[in-house]
């Protein structure tokens, strides 16, 4: 049996640790780069504005299949997710007014509403990961192991958007109504309209 010392040591470790790694459940992107799509210009969210934002941008849930493939020729807004804490969002030691969307560790599509459809959200993985010369997303999320058989995955952090809508996975949820009032106000567009050709 340990020492009581030993065993008290322990639970405070085991206590600190939960407490540091519960909010972080709970948190947001601590930046949002919306860009591309109908934008003129990006528009970088921080602060209270990617609080009231963020938490349409969480993580996706993996074991659901839908991704953004069903999303057709729909408009969408890019977005940059920075998780790296307000001071240095890229954890790469880059200013905020420096950021570029290569830079950010989590990529999301924002499909604006359209007369027929609500708005939507579909995320990569938190880690972009590069295999033999080709960034493919979500791959740790998929099979959990940052070397599988030695085919020489390796985490990298950043790394553009990729292309392909199938390696956008829906978020948990539909946007809340006071995410998209947020975004509204600050210029990001939520609702488009789609000619009958394109849906």
Not at 25 to 40: D, E, R
Not at 78 to 100: E, R, S, T
Not at 141 to 165: E, F, H, L
Request: aromatic share 8%; proline share 12%; with cysteine.
């Amino acid at each position: 049996m340990l020492p009581l010392r030993v065993r008290l040591a322990i639970v405070v470790c085991l206590g600190s640790a939960w407490l540091v790694t519960a909010p972080l459940l709970a948190q947001w992107p601590t930046v949002l780069m919306f860009y591309g799509g109908p934008l003129k210009a990006p528009i970088v969210l921080s602060g209270a504005d990617s609080v009231a934002v963020g938490d349409a941008f969480r993580p996706p849930r993996f074991d659901e299949a839908r991704n953004a493939s069903a999303m057709g020729n729909r408009p969408f807004v890019n977005v940059a997710c920075f998780w790296g804490p307000p001071q240095n969002p890229a954890i790469n030691g880059v200013a905020m007014a420096d950021l570029k969307p290569e830079m950010a560790s989590q990529h999301a599509r924002f499909y604006p509403a359209t007369k027929t459809q609500p708005p939507a959200v579909f995320l990569t993985s938190l880690s972009n990961i590069s295999m033999k010369g080709r960034d493919v997303y979500g791959f740790l999320a998929t099979v959990g192991s940052t070397n599988p058989q030695g085919n020489g995955a390796k985490i990298v952090r950043g790394g553009g958007p990729p292309g392909s809508a199938a390696l956008f996975w829906a978020a948990p949820s539909t946007p809340p109504q006071t995410a998209i009032e947020r975004m509204k106000a600050l210029g990001i567009p939520t609702a488009v309209d789609v000619p009958a050709s394109s849906r």
